[in-house]
């Protein structure tokens, strides 16, 4: 006699979740990374963003493209798919990162060993993570958004 284990869906919100964070991961890789280097290169915080909007946008999209890649997925197919479940996520994303480091008082002019300048990098990114959420779960539930990275796994 077979056992049949009935599996539900993950819930919408579930999804939702799921697709923030790993948006959220790519976003956070080009972020930090433009963060500091622009923070240890002494740039000013303009040219500072700009190399972490940048680097956010390209490890984000690196993300969502590497298993099609690996999957055999032509190179442009896969830019194709990364550009249209990414892009209104990470741009979210970097709005609201951005504008957090830029208002936190001394955030953008701490040095990297501080606790300022990490404490709100790490706030900022969880603020931009939880705004990104209900835009990726209204376009997941459209059929847009990751939902066009995931069917492509």
């Known amino acids: 006699m077979k056992t049949h284990i009935h599996h539900q869906d993950p819930s919408l919100n579930a999804i939702a979740a799921i697709a923030t964070l ?3 991961s790519g976003c956070a890789i080009g972020e930090v990374a433009g963060m500091v280097i622009g923070t240890a290169l002494g740039w000013s915080n303009t040219e500072t963003i700009v190399l972490a909007v940048l680097l956010a946008f390209f490890s984000g999209y690196a993300l969502t493209m590497l298993p099609m890649l690996r999957g ?3 190179l442009r197919t896969a830019m194709k798919i990364a550009l249209a479940a990414d892009t209104a996520s990470i741009t979210i ?3 609201v990162d951005n504008l957090l480091m830029v208002i936190i ?3 953008m002019d701490a040095p990297l060993d501080s606790w300022l300048f990490w404490s709100s990098l790490l706030a900022a990114l969880i603020i931009a993570g939880i705004a990104a959420f209900p835009l990726n779960r209204w376009l997941i539930a459209r059929g847009r958004g990751h939902a066009l990275a995931h069917c492509h796994h």
């Open 22 to 24: 790993h948006c959220l």
């Open 72 to 74: 055999g997925y032509p």
């Open 93 to 95: 994303m970097e709005i």
């Open 105 to 107: 008082p001394g955030a």
